[in-house]
């Protein structure tokens, strides 16, 4: 920590003294405020796992106030194990985990595993359910039944909460993968004087790679290199530029490899990426109020790898699920300013729709607003049938999917997990602002 607060002190007037963004005249991106670090940035570190029999793991962790460093400004708030991002937490696919949480906050708070098909009563939202309160402390316990990257962070209070620092990934490897070195990295947003970290307008900011200033670099030793990427923001867009090569989303290995020309990963989003030689992932400034925005390129990160030759990923080449034509729940996407609604309704009045255990259903989002949203919905992946009626050129699945202005999706759900959950926008602000709503699993 030392030498990120010898940055801290340098830069923080440059941050205090810019100018708060205005939105009837948006200010054009400028290049990041912050200074990154020369060491190479490595992985966040891993939370020892205190069970070390095979088929499952056991992790502690504490949320506790704490100031830490986004990006050289320093950030009076909160973190898991007094690290942010947290701790890794890793599993093998198939683990029995189990998570105690003490909370020693001056706030409720719960954790939530996003993209992560656990029971009902270990999801940590608490629209039904109690918050652990302070001084409490609960235990977590699934089974990771999918390989993938995850996140974890609260569902109480989660707009401020995640902001403040509670964040980590969580990580379910498949033994069968090629044993390539491995890279994770946490995108946030740099925290600003008013909004006490990664607030709105994120890319004019600037962004933190495991909480270091973009623009520095890691290193692995032998190439390939299979980077693991999730945006915490709270409402900013990561957006690439390519060629990709993209070797993962939401939910573990995509069914094909792609070069993605352009990679936009919406707050809560992750990626697998492999890299076979150097490369530097360079952002490119993209808005919530539609695509491309104002201002220049800029570095997230220069990834030093050896040069080599892709390894055997073994995908699924799957096609697309078809279409069946029918639509079992529509959501409507609308609202702008401060008031963000989903069906006409804001969160907490809301219709739960209702769906059988065990129905295949379709859910088909349409975003008429003029913002674009990350849907989300917990306890269960999708997949992806089309957008704005294109299929996908291979099956793919994911629990996040940004929905661009205008746009519908078509999405397929297996209902295979009983509970009532929560399904919205991951912007934080604009869930925060009622754009949420329950979908209820429900046994016959
Ligand atoms: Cu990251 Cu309701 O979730
Ligand atoms: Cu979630
Ligand atoms: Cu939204």
Do not use: K
Request: hydrophobic share 40%; charged share 15%; net charge negative.
């Amino acid at each position: 920590m030392m030498p990120l607060l010898a940055l801290v002190i340098a830069c923080r007037p440059a941050v205090e003294s810019a100018a708060p963004a205005d939105p009837a005249s948006p200010a054009p991106t400028t290049p990041p405020v912050t200074t990154p670090p020369e060491a190479p940035i490595g992985s966040p570190s891993s939370a020892e796992d205190l069970d070390p029999a095979d088929g499952s793991v056991s992790y502690a962790l504490t949320a506790a106030p704490g100031t830490w460093a986004s990006g050289g400004v320093l950030v009076d708030g909160y973190a898991y194990d007094g690290q942010v991002p947290g701790p890794t937490l890793r599993a093998r696919v198939g683990d029995t985990v189990t998570v105690t949480l003490t909370n020693t906050l001056p706030d409720p708070t719960t954790i939530h595993w996003h993209g992560v098909s656990v029971p009902w009563a270990m999801d940590g939202a608490t629209w039904m359910d109690d918050p652990v309160a302070p001084g409490a402390t609960f235990t977590y316990t699934f089974v990771a039944e999918r390989a993938g990257t995850f996140w974890y962070h609260p569902h109480f209070d989660t707009e401020r909460q995640v902001d403040l620092g509670l964040y980590g990934m969580f990580v379910v490897e498949d033994p069968t993968d090629p044993p390539v070195a491995a890279l994770e990295l946490v995108l946030d947003t740099v925290a600003s004087a008013d909004a006490p970290a990664g607030g709105h307008g994120g890319a004019a900011s600037g962004w933190t790679v495991n909480s270091a200033a973009q623009g520095g670099r890691a290193e692995v030793t032998t190439g390939p290199a299979r980077v693991r990427l999730v945006n915490t923001s709270n409402d900013g867009y990561a957006a690439l530029v390519g060629p990709l090569r993209v070797i993962g989303a939401d939910q573990g290995l995509a069914a094909a490899i792609v070069e993605e020309p352009l990679l936009v990963l919406a707050p809560g989003d992750r990626a697998e990426l492999e890299l076979l030689a150097t490369t530097t992932l360079t952002l490119t400034p993209y808005s919530v109020d539609g695509g491309a925005a104002w201002g220049e390129p800029t570095p997230l990160i220069t990834v030093e790898v050896p040069s080599s030759e892709p390894a055997a990923w073994a995908v699924s080449g799957a096609a697309p699920s078809l279409d069946p034509g029918l639509t079992d729940v529509t959501y409507t996407l609308q609202g702008s300013g401060d008031v963000w609604l989903i069906n006409g309704e804001i969160w907490p009045d809301v219709t739960i729709e209702r769906l059988p255990l065990g129905a295949s259903a379709v859910i088909e989002v349409r975003n008429l607003s003029a913002a674009n949203h990350p849907f989300h919905l917990h306890g269960h992946a999708f997949e992806v049938l089309s957008v704005d009626g294109v299929a996908p050129t291979s099956r793919r699945i994911e629990d996040t999917l940004d929905v661009a202005i205008r746009q519908t999706v078509r999405l397929l759900l297996v209902a295979d997990n009983p509970g009532e959950w929560m399904a919205h926008c991951h912007i934080l602000p604009h869930a925060h602002d009622g754009m949420m709503t329950v979908l209820a699993i429900e046994e016959g």
